[in-house]
């Protein structure tokens, strides 16, 4: 038996096999019929709620601001350079 004949041999039992599993699920014609329980877990179970953290003094926040290097020497990057007054320096135009 060829390869691809085997593939459709096992897409056809497949294919049978689904279909008779969905003819036996119970459908809404019969309201009798048990179904298995639903499982329901909420969304919310696991949440925490937010909790503000404790305010500090604006004074200390600036003090340790100042102590490391003002606004933008807290996360350690340089001072930004002015802008150069030859505003075309760099790409090779003329002014």
Known sequence: MSAQLRRVHVCTL???LS???MAAAPG???PEATVP???YRSAFTDYTPFRPSEL???REVNDTARQLGGH???MGAPSPQPPSP???HGH???P
């Open 14 to 16: 497949l294919l049978t």
């Open 19 to 21: 279909t008779s599993a």
């Open 28 to 30: 809404p014609e019969q």
């Open 37 to 39: 329980p639903v499982d």
């Open 56 to 58: 500090t003094g604006w």
């Open 72 to 74: 933008l020497g807290h």
């Open 86 to 88: 030859d505003h075309h």
């Open 92 to 94: 090779g135009g003329t």
